[in-house]
Nanobody
Framework: QVQLVESGGGLVQAGGSLRLSCAAS????????MGWFRQAPGKEREFVST????????YYADSVKGRFTISRDNAKNTVYLQMNSLKTEDTAVYYC?????????????????????WGQGTQVTVSS
């Protein structure tokens, strides 16, 4: 059983930065593709970013490209999301997710259905 715990959320002013962390346990983190999603009130959970187990490939939603950076430290079983130039529309609960069934070096899933485990989420609120 894989467990994912997000941290690092909070309240920040527009233009500010936050770094989210997601610590994994109970599995072989270094072989998992990892992703970040977010869900704003009244909206569907949407893709934010993903990274292969090898870190060779990353993808971003158009809405965050150039502002957010995903990274991982396999030695620490942790994936990060550095969020800069935050906007009010970035306000949401942010979730990390793990895909444990596809170990392809370049596999970086962008669909919710491709992920097997999810964290409980961390709230990010950006004020104007």
């Amino acid at each position: 059983q894989v467990q994912l715990v997000e941290s690092g959320g909070g309240l920040v002013q527009a233009g500010g930065s936050l770094r989210l962390s997601c610590a994994a346990s109970g599995g072989t983190f270094r072989s998992y593709a990892m992703g970040w999603f977010r869900q704003a009130p009244g909206k569907e959970r949407e893709f934010v970013s993903t990274i292969t187990w090898s870190s060779v490939t990353t993808y971003y939603a158009d809405s965050v490209k150039g502002r957010f950076t995903i990274s991982r430290d396999n030695a620490k079983n942790t994936v990060y999301l550095q969020m800069n130039s935050l906007k009010t529309e970035d306000t949401a609960v942010y979730y990390c997710a793990a895909n444990i069934n596809n170990s392809g070096r370049y596999y970086a899933p962008r669909e919710r259905s491709e992920y097997d485990y999810w964290g409980q989420g961390t709230q990010v609120t950006v004020s104007s």
